[in-house]
């Protein structure tokens, strides 16, 4: 009997996009289901080494978006992102400020 999964994973590409970031790919894939509502798998895939059959193998997890989900799914995504960038920001901005600080002459303040 074949499974959900199954189902969903042998329908036809109606879009697809790799994306190659240092030892994963990513693979942003737009697909229909029976009704043609479009869904997006979303595949990481990493090239791992076998020491004990000396080949290479990828191992790959997936991920299936549904468009019910996009929006809450593109919010948290993107908090996610903006905590991110913000963190880092605000590291940057602190260390700058630091250097800053070393460059001031306390001396000449006083006058």
Known sequence: MESKRDN???REE???KAVRAGKRTYFFDVKATKS???YITITESKRRFDNESGKFSYEKHKL???KEDFEKFLDGFQNAVNYINGELI?????DHTLEKLKEVDFDSLDS
């Open 90 to 94: 605000t590291e940057i901005e602190e």
């Open 14 to 16: 109606l879009y697809s």
């Open 64 to 66: 299936f978006l549904f």
């Open 36 to 38: 043609d509502d479009k």
């Open 8 to 10: 969903y994973e042998s």
